[in-house]
Each structure stands twice: as C-alpha cells, then as structure tokens.
C-alpha cells in the first residue's frame, strides 16, 4: 500500500500508485496560489500557534493570515 514517488509532487497534490500519479488537489487553483503567496511555513510557531483555530477552513486562515501581514 502506498505510493512509489519518483518526481517531483505539485504542491497540495494527492498521488497514489506505482508509479505515483496525480489523482486530485486538495484546493482549488485559487486557494494553492494563495497559500503559496502567504509563505505559511516560513511563520514563527507563535504566529503559527495564533493561526491554529483557523486549520479546519482553509479560506478563513488564509484571510486572517493575509490580514495579519
């Protein structure tokens, strides 16, 4: 069970498989580009932390991440 990844995987892609291929995104197109231009992995754990009651909708912490700079 499992997938044997031999390239590279596009952000928020889900692959399964041998090989591995792309079945689905998790997100839209839009909320990718997005998540991507906040840089939400390079936040303080403390932001990160201020953020966490935000992680079950993906659209309300990208607008508090956006609105917090």
């Not at 892609?13 to 689905?24: E, K, L």
Request: contains cysteine.
């Amino acid at each position: 069970m499992g997938a044997v990844v031999t390239k590279d995987v596009p952000p928020y892609a889900i692959v399964c498989g041998n090989p591995a291929r792309v079945i689905r995104y998790r997100f839209s197109d839009d909320v990718i580009h997005r998540l991507e231009k906040i840089c939400w992995w390079n936040y303080s754990l403390k932001k990160i932390d201020g953020l966490a009651n935000f992680a079950d909708n993906v659209e309300e912490f990208i607008k508090k991440a956006e609105d917090s700079g």
